[in-house]
């Protein structure tokens, strides 16, 4: 991987199945991003091969990371988790091996911090378009994740607010 800045190395990477509709919103997301690329962020569209992910979250500091998120809440609803406890999140199999699973084969000294904005899907089944609810939501999502970044590009990143900058978008 080839990080534009010393530090810190922030990458906002796409996640999710684009052949299943709202699933893969992390990927059209980054692909919204990458019309407009942010200086000194790297952008990738990672899918579901978040194992092919691994050097880039080794090299990175901070990963912002955008994926469908079932959380009851109303589709189309934006969520932010900025500190998830990696250890204790469960791995059911190597089939399940997601962005957590990849971050537990990390040595804790080279895992990045890990941001992820989740948008709750209206509908997961075949096809490659969104659903019109979370292709709403997508400038959202692309301008939260562009103020994070920017925010952590200016900011000691222990003093960042990120709630704050969600609820601006």
């Given at each position: 991987?080839v990080?534009?800045?010393?530090y810190?190395?922030?990458?906002i990477i796409?996640?999710?199945?684009e052949?299943?509709?709202?699933?893969?919103?992390g990927?059209?997301a980054?692909?919204?991003?990458?019309k407009?690329?942010l200086?000194?962020?790297?952008?990738?569209?990672?899918?579901?091969?978040?194992l092919?992910?691994q050097?880039?979250?080794?090299?990175?500091?901070i990963?912002?990371a955008?994926?469908?998120v079932?959380?009851?809440?109303?589709?189309?609803?934006?969520?932010?988790f900025?500190s998830?406890?990696?250890?204790t999140q469960q791995?059911?199999s190597?089939?399940?091996l997601?962005?957590?699973?990849v971050?537990?084969?990390?040595?804790?000294?080279?895992?990045?911090?890990?941001?992820i904005?989740?948008?709750?899907?209206?509908?997961?089944?075949y096809?490659?378009e969104?659903?019109?609810?979370?292709?709403?939501?997508?400038k959202?999502?692309t301008?939260?994740?562009?103020?994070i970044?920017e925010?952590?590009?200016?900011?000691?990143?222990?003093?960042?607010?990120?709630?704050?900058l969600c609820?601006?978008?």
């Amino acid at each position: 991987m080839v990080f534009e800045t010393e530090y810190p190395k922030i990458a906002i990477i796409g996640l999710g199945n684009e052949l299943l509709t709202d699933d893969g919103v992390g990927v059209h997301a980054v692909r919204e991003l990458q019309k407009e690329p942010l200086t000194g962020v790297l952008l990738a569209e990672i899918g579901t091969r978040a194992l092919n992910a691994q050097q880039l979250l080794e090299e990175a500091d901070i990963v912002i990371a955008i994926d469908a998120v079932r959380a009851d809440g109303p589709p189309g609803s934006v969520y932010l988790f900025d500190s998830i406890n990696i250890e204790t999140q469960q791995q059911y199999s190597l089939h399940d091996l997601g962005i957590i699973g990849v971050l537990k084969l990390i040595r804790k000294d080279l895992r990045p911090k890990l941001i992820i904005l989740g948008v709750e899907p209206e509908i997961i089944d075949y096809g490659m378009e969104l659903s019109e609810t979370v292709r709403t939501t997508l400038k959202s999502v692309t301008g939260a994740a562009r103020k994070i970044a920017e925010q952590i590009r200016k900011t000691e990143l222990s003093n960042i607010n990120l709630d704050s900058l969600c609820a601006q978008n």
